[in-house]
């Protein structure tokens, strides 16, 4: 895949996406509120520290988030993503769900559009991707972020999650978007319990049979916080277990806050699990 310039080749490593959050209410407390000059720091910090791409985000998706307005989200992300086009080397994606939003992101210099919804929210935002001949990022959840974790429930969850990631795929290709420009993440706490997670992690290898490369995004979440009885600022081992075994089973892009060490983190699963020392 061609981003940014930038040749990426799936399988020989684990590529480390940063999540860089413009919202006043993430739910991981590291929400910028939309200040470009604080969000190049950390974004030059964070490619210092290894990242390989970038994901800003202007809407709060953790459950039971209240949706934020086009004009909003279009006003804490845009002058922040020109500010890091400016700034950075590496690829900047867009974390929304909203074709407006990733129009005015993309015209401002964003690379990728990384949409929780796998273009399930917005019936336009497809063609704006498909236009723009940009990667998509297509994740599967349930519901949305108001009523996603409200009693989620499945028979084989992998099974079901893949049959959902295979539905948004065909939704890409109608609109144009070839499927070497989709990445597909299962959606780790979109829709989703503990026990849920938890398969998923260990069926990110039955992901790879629909082709594109596999994203995944456990940094943080509350599946790790009920596993270990812990808050959010004290889940770094937690989400560094994850991530490692996340890898292991197939994994290609994880998404991760604490760049410096999940970078560590991801170069010893890949000497691991992809001989990246031999």
Request: glycine share 10%; hydrophobic share 45%.
């Amino acid at each position: 895949m061609r981003l940014a310039g930038h040749e990426i080749s799936f399988g020989s490593r684990t590529y480390v996406m940063a999540v860089l959050n413009v919202t006043p209410d993430s739910f991981s407390g590291d929400g910028l509120a939309g200040d470009p000059t604080a969000a190049v720091a950390r974004a030059l910090q964070q490619q210092d520290d290894g990242a390989d791409l970038l994901d800003v985000g202007g809407e709060s998706t953790r459950p039971g988030a209240e949706e934020v307005s086009v004009k909003d989200e279009i006003r804490r992300v845009v002058p922040v993503i020109a500010a890091l086009k400016e700034a950075v080397t590496i690829p900047v994606s867009i974390d929304t769900r909203k074709a407006a939003v990733a129009a005015a992101a993309l015209a401002a210099g964003a690379d990728l559009v990384n949409d929780v919804s796998g273009l399930t929210f917005d019936p336009d935002l497809a063609g704006v991707v498909a236009g723009a001949g940009v990667p998509v990022v297509l994740q599967h959840s349930l519901g949305t972020p108001q009523t996603m974790q409200n009693d989620p429930r499945y028979d084989d969850v992998v099974e079901e999650v893949i049959a959902g990631l295979a539905e948004r795929l065909e939704r890409a290709a109608a609109a144009g978007i070839a499927r070497e420009q989709c990445f597909v993440d299962p959606g780790i706490g979109f829709g989703k319990r503990t026990e849920h997670n938890l398969a998923l992690i260990r069926g990110l290898g039955e992901l790879r049979r629909l082709g594109p490369p596999v994203l995944v995004g456990p940094s943080r979440k509350r599946f790790i916080g009920e596993v270990l009885g812990l808050p959010v600022e004290e889940r770094l081992e937690g989400t560094a277990a994850a991530v490692a075994l996340s890898i292991a089973y197939g994994a290609d892009v994880v998404r991760v806050h604490d760049v410096k060490v999940m970078v560590r983190v991801a170069r010893m699963a890949d000497a691991v699990v992809r001989g990246g020392m031999e």
